[in-house]
């Protein structure tokens, strides 16, 4: 798998919402604020940075993010029903007006059969467009080759989000 190339992502992102005084929030589980910390990475992100959550437990993502206790329950952490729960929360709780979730399992262990180690889920957030979903699979790869083709991926998606035009 290719390093992807995370400042210029981030820059890009930072640019297009600077233009458009966006503001941004990261919901974030098996990335554990790496998205966050590539953004922040950036000088001057404070412009368009808003705030991450990190909710690696079920309970920080019910408490934090406020994603039903039954979401979590009937399809799992780990699921596009959660990654959408995710991100509107963590719009509904932060000035953001994009906002990106990540839920997966980064490995080496955690995976089953039906949800096996590389399966990622995220959904992207911006305000007055619906929710953007995707299911990715990175596996077999180590765990950090899989949060570091989530990054990149959640910075795309966040990416797109900021192109939108209403």
């Known amino acids: ?22 503001r941004l929030a990261t919901a974030e589980s098996c990335t554990g604020g790496l998205v966050a910390g590539a953004i922040t990475d950036i000088a001057g992100s404070s412009d368009a940075f808003d705030r991450g959550f990190v909710t690696y437990s079920n309970a920080a993502k019910e408490e934090m993010l406020g994603v039903p206790h039954d979401i979590l329950e009937r399809y799992g952490a780990v699921s596009a029903e959660t990654a959408r729960a995710m991100a509107s929360g963590a719009v509904e709780r932060s ?31 911006r305000k007055g467009f619906g929710v953007e979903h995707i299911e990715r699979r990175f596996g077999p790869e180590t765990r950090e080759a899989i949060r570091e083709a989530s990054v990149a991926q959640a910075l795309e998606l966040m990416i797109a989000a900021a192109q939108r035009r209403p």
Request: include cysteine; aromatic fraction near 4%.
């Open 1 to 22: 798998m290719p390093t992807p190339n995370l400042p210029r992502l981030a820059r890009h992102l930072l640019d297009l919402c600077r233009a458009q005084s966006l």
């Open 95 to 125: 000035f953001a007006d994009i906002a990106v979730s990540i839920t997966g399992i980064a490995g080496p262990a955690g995976g089953s059969a039906e949800k096996p180690v590389g399966l990622v889920h995220f959904a992207c957030l």
